[in-house]
């Protein structure tokens, strides 16, 4: 099963405002990371944070890490129509032997409207 | 750019052929993934490998068969296609962790 859970499934908004997606993971992790996939398209990375951070930026994104609550979210603001796709978080959990192998949750569908 | 390639994004193949999907990296990533994606199903590992001639199963590698020879590429072997693994195929490369993985564009397998 996938540890990441992403909350909402779909979320539909107008160009300009902010998306909010968030991910809950089950057990202790070195870091979580975050895509976007378009339609029919692979996943492309958009940030990593490191169990030790709580706060990352990348242009108009913004992620943070809570470790005591196992969550994290995922903020695009000034959200544009090309935004639209489908994000992703992933993570390295601690106890994984597999070095490499991340476990990546089911996805938030974002749709914004022009 | 770094890039990961996968050698065909549109594939129909016939119940019972022998199917191989490459995959080519140039990061010199010792770790290579490949995923299948179906909807409501996300993504689902079938195999990796963490070096050459290296591997490992992962959630589904039932009816799939992996090879690495060289460590730029990791190629997937259908070995008797069925009708259900019509899918979106998804090679993947990555260093040790503390990075993300590069995806390749995926490979979009009917079989019929």
């Known amino acids: 099963s996938q540890q990441g859970e992403e909350d909402p499934q779909a979320l539909s908004i107008q160009e300009g405002e902010n998306a909010t997606m968030n991910c809950s993971y089950k057990?202790?992790?070195?870091?979580l990371q975050w895509y976007r996939q378009n339609s029919g398209r692979g996943l492309v990375h958009l940030i990593l944070i490191r169990s030790n951070e709580r706060e990352k930026h990348s242009g108009r994104l913004r992620v943070t890490l809570d470790t005591s609550k196992k969550s994290s979210s995922l903020l695009i603001t000034a959200s544009r129509a090309a935004d639209t796709a489908s994000y992703f978080c992933a993570t390295d959990a601690t106890q994984n032997t597999n070095a490499g192998k991340s476990t990546f949750g089911d996805g938030t569908t974002l749709t914004v409207k022009p | 750019d770094v890039k990961v390639t996968q050698s065909s994004r549109y594939l129909v193949k016939r119940t019972g052929e022998k199917v191989f999907l490459e995959c080519v990296q140039d990061m010199d990533h010792e770790n290579m993934f490949w995923y299948r994606q179906d909807p409501g199903l996300g993504l689902r590992l079938i195999y990796f490998s963490y070096d050459v001639k290296m591997k490992e199963k992962g959630d589904i590698p039932e009816g799939y068969s992996v090879s690495r020879e060289k460590k730029e590429r990791f190629s997937l072997i259908l070995e008797s296609a069925s009708t259900n693994q019509t899918s979106m195929y998804l090679c993947?490369?990555?260093?040790?962790?503390?990075?993300?993985?590069?995806f390749g564009s995926g490979t979009r397998l009917t079989v019929v």
């Open positions: 993947a490369s990555r260093p040790w962790t503390g990075r993300g993985y590069t």
């Open positions: 057990t202790s992790i070195n870091n």
